[in-house]
């Protein structure tokens, strides 16, 4: 019975994905964002790792492997990013041909599970990300008191487990999407669901699946505006090489097909001794397509432009562990445009992406 559960929801988050249509213009970016500081710092890897209120907005079958009544708070910090691009000149000389900048991103959340019981689990989540600096007036002198950008997600999820450790959950979102125009803002709205599944195996492995944001495009007035969310499948499994009294080592691997333009992967280890630090480390090596902006230095006109950026590099965290409490940073490596074999980049600067969270148990 379990194995036909699980080919069945293989087969329809594979042909959700074969349906979903092509496309390069996403909008709610920051729904990438959700994960906790723990899976961000072995390399993102989420799928199998993540249980309890970390599940929430990941893989929602992990709500299953949880007592519940756990509060999560959570940030994730992204850069400004300055990416020159250069091109040979007639002379064959490298020169600025263009620059992408993308402004910074702060997103708070807060996820929480309540108790367990024989029905399931239940969570429920919030995120707020927002782009920019604080405006207090617009141009025109009247009052905003807002962010030029910013996003708004409100979530339920719930999960429970069917048999021998097989368990099977999904999470519902309201999304709500501010972006700024010539005219000032459009504001996009919709609603969205994940779906997950998670198979312990044994007392050492698990695996999962995870299909994320699957729902309608949002409610955009303007025309042109990158209104589709950005569909994602996820396949992981964890396995647990050390489990003393003194010490526990985790692994964690995630990969996100298709790979139209090359592999996209995750993979990290977690060491924890005497349940009070946990050192992470991970690899991530992610590629998407991004909408941003553009200045083309040569006559110094902008237009956003679509392109493929790289996400990838060592990823690193530490966490503090007190009684039914505990805190972790962790950061990550920027993403950087792909280049064609004609361009070469300049980095302006570069920071890495920060993400920190406290948890605890009731």
Wanted: hydrophobic share 40%.
């Amino acid at each position: 019975m379990q194995k036909l559960i699980f080919t069945c929801f293989l087969i329809y988050i594979l042909f959700c994905c074969l349906i979903a249509n092509a496309d390069d213009k996403y909008g709610a970016d920051f729904l990438r964002y959700l994960t906790s500081a723990e899976s961000n710092g072995i390399g993102k890897s989420s799928v199998a790792y993540s249980v309890g209120a970390r599940a929430l907005n990941n893989n929602p079958a992990g709500l299953a492997f949880s007592d519940g009544n756990e509060l999560i708070i959570g940030s994730y910090s992204t850069p400004r990013i300055s990416a020159t691009i250069m091109k040979e000149n007639t002379s064959e000389i490298w020169e600025d041909y263009g620059k992408f900048v993308v402004e910074p991103t702060e997103m708070a959340y807060i996820n929480y599970t309540f108790p367990s019981s024989k029905i399931g689990n239940i969570g429920i989540s919030f995120a707020f990300n927002h782009e920019g600096r604080f405006i207090r007036v617009n141009k025109e002198g009247k009052a905003t008191n807002a962010f030029p950008k910013d996003d708004f997600l409100l979530g339920l999820g719930y999960s429970i487990k069917l048999v021998n450790g097989f368990a099977i959950g999904f999470d519902v979102k309201n999304i709500r999407n501010k972006v700024p125009i010539d005219e000032g803002s459009d504001i996009g709205r919709t609603w969205a669901t994940n779906i997950g599944l998670i198979h312990q195996i044994n007392d050492k492995t698990k695996i999962g699946v995870s299909l994320q944001n699957i729902g309608k495009r949002l409610s955009f007035k303007t025309e042109d505006m990158p209104d589709k969310l950005r569909r994602n499948l996820y396949l992981g499994g964890s396995y647990n090489i050390i489990d003393s009294k003194k010490s526990k080592l985790y692994t964690s691997f995630d990969v996100n097909p298709p790979f139209d333009n090359g592999l996209r992967y995750a993979v990290g280890a977690e060491f924890i001794y005497a349940d009070l630090i946990a050192f992470r480390l991970g690899y991530i090596r992610d590629i998407q397509p991004y909408y941003d902006m553009f200045l083309n230095i040569n006559d110094y006109t902008s237009i956003k432009e679509s392109r493929l950026w790289i996400h990838k590099g060592i990823t690193m965290g530490i966490g503090i562990k007190l009684k039914s409490a505990d805190a972790n940073i962790a950061i990550m490596p920027s993403r950087n445009p792909d280049l064609s074999d004609d361009e070469k980049l300049r980095l302006d600067n570069q920071k890495p992406v920060l993400s920190l969270s406290f948890s605890t148990r009731f």
